[in-house]
């Protein structure tokens, strides 16, 4: 499996921002995958994402409410939207898989199985 995160690079602080992941080798369907961000000398946190066959979305509160997360599963795709950006949004962003099926770890990067490179967003003032 592989994933493949694009779409960050430089915005101001307000604006918008799409990013996307793309799987290859299995599709998203019955597995959970999520967006996670790791700023400098932080712990890496879990953004936003999709629990195996549960169509609803789950949210940090950091960007609950600015922020959309879809998936495709046809497509093996995961996108995330991030409205209202601010300097503290600014990480790299991954995208990863769990083919482990435990909601309550469903914020945990360490119950995660695939990760992409990651993109870098950067918020500036």
């Known amino acids: 499996v592989q994933l493949q995160a694009s779409g960050g690079g430089l915005v101001q602080a307000g604006d918008s921002l799409r990013l996307s992941c793309q799987a290859s080798?299995?599709?998203?369907?019955?597995?959970?995958v999520g967006w996670f961000r790791q700023a400098p000398g932080k712990e890496r946190e879990f953004v936003a994402g999709f629990f195996r066959w549960n169509g609803n979305p789950f949210y940090a509160d950091s960007v609950k409410g600015r922020s959309t997360v879809a998936r495709d599963n046809a497509k093996s795709t995961l996108s995330l939207q991030i409205n209202s950006l601010k300097p503290e949004d600014a990480a790299v962003y991954y995208c990863a898989m769990s083919t482990r099926g435990i909601l309550s770890t469903l914020r945990e990067p360490s119950s995660y199985d695939y990760w992409g490179r990651g993109t870098q967003v950067t918020v500036s003032s």
């Open positions: 080798g299995r599709t998203f369907g019955g597995v959970t």
